[in-house]
């Protein structure tokens, strides 16, 4: 058996192709892929082939639909359950075919009462919040969610620049239920309202030419933050961060580092910032983040997708990101469209999600 899927065939090339429908092996679930998000790291492999060995490699980093299937040594899950999973793991398991190998390990199951179109906007960049909030920066995990005590920094100064990110919206959603109430979000005005009802206790617009007062204003204390997460990390962000951390703080990178000032760039990106352009001061700690890695991390890999996510959702504390649906014409022409968004930083505040129909 075969199924459709959609992928960079060649560096900057994208097609329609054919694959073989795998069977799950163990700790493994066959998923009917219903909808998959897209992000900007398709257009990196897409355009760049960026982080890609080899060609074809097929597109989506986020799938939802009904488990099909279920492999050995997999006994949480059944035929006929909706989860949403991080397709991470290789063109196999990737979002964008009707059909889709994943991990037991990557798959949250979705409550009834949420779309499956929604459940798609959330592994990637729940994952990332996690991985850069409780790894990267170091910050407890909380027994539950809603953390019943307060964290030790719970009043400390913790800056999410770019929050209109998606990647923003779960780390600020993550901090609110863990309990830190000096949440800055620095973002579009247009989100402000947005990114308050989910946490975030200070809202500013990243354009004003006060920004840096802003922040300090915000911060309180010496007016300097602690911590920081740049979800664009671009030269242009890391330079407007660098002006308000702590000479001692920690600073969280979304990797890769991006020249210029937006979340698609140039096809030149580091995993570093590059010798010469560091704005930091030597004390500060900077961590690169590579959410692709948080399975090294057992308590993540047992924990984030296959109980926390599902526990969260269930209580109405993670919102999915706002859908921009794309369901119109072919499911080739769908991902062009999405492409072409993304290539052109045409994304704001919301998650691109195709609707798998061949
Ligand atoms: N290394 C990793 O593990 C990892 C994991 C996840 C993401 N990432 C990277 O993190 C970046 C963000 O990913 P994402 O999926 O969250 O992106 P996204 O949702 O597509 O980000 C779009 C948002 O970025 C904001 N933005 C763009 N340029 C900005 C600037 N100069 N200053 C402030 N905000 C700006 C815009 O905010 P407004 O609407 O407010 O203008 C827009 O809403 C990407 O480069 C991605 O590759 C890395």
Excluded: W
């Amino acid at each position: 058996m075969s199924h459709v899927a959609i992928a960079a065939v060649a560096k900057g090339r994208f097609d329609e192709i054919h694959v073989p429908t795998e069977k799950p092996q163990q700790g493994e679930v066959l998923l009917k892929t219903e909808y998959a998000a897209m992000i900007a790291f398709d257009t990196y492999v897409t355009d760049f082939g960026y982080a890609t060995d080899t060609f074809p490699m097929v597109l989506g980093f986020n799938a939802a639909g009904t488990i099909v299937e279920v492999g050995p040594g997999v006994d949480d899950l059944k035929i006929g359950d909706k989860v949403t999973a991080f397709a991470f793991q290789g063109s196999r398991s990737k979002a964008m075919q009707q059909y889709s190998i994943q991990s037991r390990t990557v798959c949250a199951k979705v409550p009834n009462s949420m779309s499956l179109a929604a459940a798609a906007t959330i592994p990637d960049n729940f994952v990332t919040a996690f991985h850069t909030l409780f790894n990267e920066l170091g910050l407890p995990v909380p027994n539950t969610f809603p953390a019943l005590e307060s964290p030790p920094l719970s009043s400390a100064p913790i800056l999410i620049y770019g929050a209109g990110s998606t990647a923003g919206q779960y780390a600020i959603q993550l901090l609110h239920a863990a309990g830190y109430k000096n949440i800055i979000a620095t973002a579009s005005s247009k989100h402000h309202e947005y990114l308050a009802s989910l946490g975030a206790t200070a809202t500013i617009d990243y354009r004003t030419p006060s920004l840096v007062e802003d922040i300090t204003k915000a911060a309180g204390g010496d007016g300097k933050v602690a911590l920081a997460i740049d979800c664009i990390t671009a030269e242009g962000t890391i330079a407007e961060v660098s002006k308000v951390t702590s000479e001692t703080g920690t600073v969280a990178l979304l990797l890769p580092v991006k020249e210029g000032n937006n979340v698609r760039g140039e096809a030149q990106m580091y995993m570093e910032i590059p010798e010469g352009r560091n704005p930091f001061p030597k004390s500060v700690n900077i961590r690169g983040v590579r959410t692709f890695l948080y399975q090294e991390n057992a308590f993540q890999k047992e924990n984030v997708m296959p109980k926390i996510l599902p526990d969260l959702l269930e209580k109405g504390i993670i919102q999915p990101n706002r859908v921009h649906l794309l369901d119109q014409g072919t499911f080739k022409e769908r991902v062009a469209v999405g492409l072409e968004l993304l290539r052109h930083n045409k994304v704001s505040g919301e998650k691109l999600v195709v609707k798998i129909e061949v």
